[in-house]
């Protein structure tokens, strides 16, 4: 887990990602955006960095999580103690089964895999705006 800042802008996400290529590179995507990122790779980790990190304003999921958890349990866990309405978007390139968990939740968005950098930072400007 490694919590990173920039002056650039007061959103903080917390990017949960189990494949440290993928989270390293969408690190430094949001870091360059201007964005502050805190990095967790499980559900256990997602969960001591929101315990940890009060200002979040969003988290952003993979679904799959190599059998420690799933972006559901992530954003679950991450809403018991920040309330039902904390924003956040699932990264998945499964969408047999975790877009339709996820079809009635106004409050989360989901993006295909492999990920669009400039369609995850355009969702990112409208969630946060």
Same mark, same amino acid.
């Given at each position: 887990?490694?919590?990173?800042?920039?002056? /650039?802008?007061?959103?903080? +996400?917390?990017?949960?990602?189990?494949?440290?290529?993928? /989270?390293?590179?969408?690190?430094?995507?949001? =870091?360059?955006?201007?964005?502050?990122?805190?990095?967790?790779?499980? /559900?256990?980790?997602?969960?001591?960095?929101?315990?940890?990190?009060?200002?979040?304003?969003?988290?952003?999921?993979?679904?799959?999580?190599?059998?420690?958890?799933?972006?559901?349990?992530? +954003?679950?866990?991450?809403?018991?103690?920040?309330?039902?309405? *904390? =924003?956040?978007?699932?990264?998945?390139?499964?969408?047999?089964?975790?877009?339709?968990? *996820?079809?009635?939740?106004?409050? &989360?968005?989901?993006?295909? =895999?492999?990920?669009?950098?400039?369609?995850? &930072?355009?969702?990112?400007?409208? +969630?946060?705006?």
């Amino acid at each position: 887990m490694r919590a990173e800042s920039s002056n /650039l802008s007061s959103h903080h +996400i917390l990017l949960v990602e189990d494949h440290p290529s993928v /989270l390293n590179a969408t690190r430094m995507l949001l =870091k360059s955006a201007g964005y502050r990122v805190t990095t967790a790779t499980s /559900l256990a980790e997602a969960i001591e960095c929101t315990r940890d990190s009060p200002d979040l304003d969003l988290v952003i999921t993979d679904y799959h999580l190599n059998g420690r958890g799933t972006g559901k349990q992530v +954003i679950s866990s991450v809403r018991e103690m920040r309330g039902l309405d *904390f =924003k956040a978007i699932v990264i998945t390139g499964d969408t047999a089964s975790a877009v339709h968990q *996820f079809d009635s939740d106004r409050g &989360l968005c989901w993006i295909r =895999k492999p990920v669009d950098p400039a369609q995850l &930072l355009t969702l990112l400007e409208t +969630i946060l705006a």
